[in-house]
């Protein structure tokens, strides 16, 4: 899921100054697991922002405030509200964000940071292990990602700054190298440890990345 | 062909020193350096961008040291280059002269002082290796062929005390099969362990034409080998040579340390455990000549 955490208080204000009237959105999937845009939250914000001397004209937890279609409809059925605010706070991810902004031609603005794709540990701790690279490479390093769990995405062994198996820059992270070694000899793989990879094509997406599978499926189907 | 590399390939013991360019413009210290070491040693390392840290450039300053007459090993890392840039300076380097190149991945910008910068790392120190092979082959990294070759002596680095070392040691095969032709260690302090660490080597190295240089960073103080083995990933300074540069007074220390040094390289010359040596003095190169003498390296 998207990790994000929310905005210090003041910096959202600081981005609404001059705007009286405020719908909040929600996102019932990542910010309520990361517990930066769920129903707490949002009625949370909804509460300070009145203090702060704001009009909330609604609040909305989409159900994945990412679906743009959703978002459209959720505005359509809330149409007096949408129209009375001057601005919408998303609690949510930047694709949250900008699925508003396809919703509304208002001021729309972030009241979250989004961090990284992660894993739940357990809850509200997150860890980063895929980087979304365009071509998954997880075969040949025992499914120990080294594009983003190497702090300098090393494709070909550790770097010298290994440290009693953890990394340099931040001795409370393991080495991604040593558990890739690791789970490599425990399988009896080590011969491919041996493998000299080269670097990572980075057009394997061209950013920004999109994916229109069924008109890829209607071109097929017309060949 | 280098004066580096035919020292290498003559079967002579090599020394090699370092220079790390300033932070500024003011280049006299620096310059003094160059000066004093260009004829003692068979080549000069210039850092780039050390630790990350933002100085003047690694290419320059190598070519200013073979403008003068001495050899330079022109130090690259990936950290602040993409492939397209790495092969323009490799282009510009080969252009200015510089034939030796030591090829790393480099420091995380996050132990710098620019630490929100953007890292690069789109090659890492295997693929640079790899890279210089093929522009030595007449060929960039796309294929293309290049309206002339280089004619570059490759350089690598490992790390003897790395902790665990058997990730490591299969870098080090690696970079040997990626093209790296010589090698200079991390900084050893623990002879027995790096000469432990050299009968692998050789025995990797067994019929390839490969050099290695044992890295030796002169201790100047009992803080800086305490500091190195709490902060510095991969330097190990063993506890009686921890007890060594206590025994004496703390302005005698720099001597110590010298004293240290030249014996290491005494010790790797007598037992034939390495090629060569590449002494670091970060900073306090005017000690390096000295140093040399009591190893008995200069006439």
Known sequence: MIISTQKPFEEILESLKGENSVYIVGCGECATMTQSGGEPEVADMKARLEEAGKKVVATDVAHAACHELDMKRIFRQNKEAATAADAFLVLACGAGVQSVREGTTKHVTPGANSLFVGNVKRQMAFEEKCSLCGECVLDEYGAICPVTRCAKGILNGPCGGTNNGKCEVDSNKDCAWVLIYNQMKSEDKLASFMTIHGPKRWNAIERPGRLDARAAGEEKGAA | ?299
């Open chain 2, 1 to 299: 062909m280098s004066k580096y590399r035919e020292a290498c390939e003559s079967g002579r013991f090599v020394v090699s020193g370092e220079i790390g360019p300033p932070k500024g413009t003011s280049v006299d210290t620096m310059l003094h350096h160059i000066e004093l070491l260009k004829d003692l040693v068979d080549g000069l390392n210039v850092t780039d961008n050390q630790s990350a840290v933002m100085r003047l450039g690694s290419m320059a300053v190598s070519h200013e040291i073979v403008s003068r007459g001495g050899d330079a090993i022109y130090q690259m890392t990936c950290r602040d280059r993409n492939r397209l840039a790495l092969q323009n300076d490799l282009l510009s380097a080969h252009f200015l002269g510089l034939r030796n190149v030591l090829a790393l991945t480099g420091d995380h910008v996050s132990v710098g002082d620019h630490k929100d910068a953007k890292e690069v790392y789109d090659f890492e120190s295997v693929q640079l290796i790899q890279c210089i092979k093929r522009m030595n082959e007449g060929f960039d990294w796309a294929g293309n062929e290049l309206e002339g070759g280089t004619d570059f002596y490759i350089g690598a680095v490992v790390t003897p005390e790395s902790d665990p070392i058997e990730p490591q040691k299969l870098k080090f095969e690696k970079k040997i099969e990626a093209g790296a032709q010589f090698f200079q260690t991390q900084a050893v302090y623990d002879m027995d362990n790096f000469r432990r660490f050299m009968e692998y080597a050789r025995g990797v190295t067994e019929g390839k034409d490969v050099k290695m240089m044992a890295g030796l960073v002169v201790l100047t103080s009992v803080g800086m080998a305490k500091y190195m083995n709490k902060f510095v990933p991969g330097v190990f300074v063993p506890d009686d040579l921890l007890e060594e540069m206590a025994s004496v007074p703390k302005e005698e220390a720099v001597k110590k340390g010298m004293e240290i040094c030249a014996r290491h390289i005494r010790f790797c010359i007598d037992n034939d455990v390495c090629d060569g040596v590449h002494v670091m003095a970060i900073g306090k190169e005017e000690i390096v000549p000295e140093i040399l003498q009591m190893a008995g390296l200069l006439k």
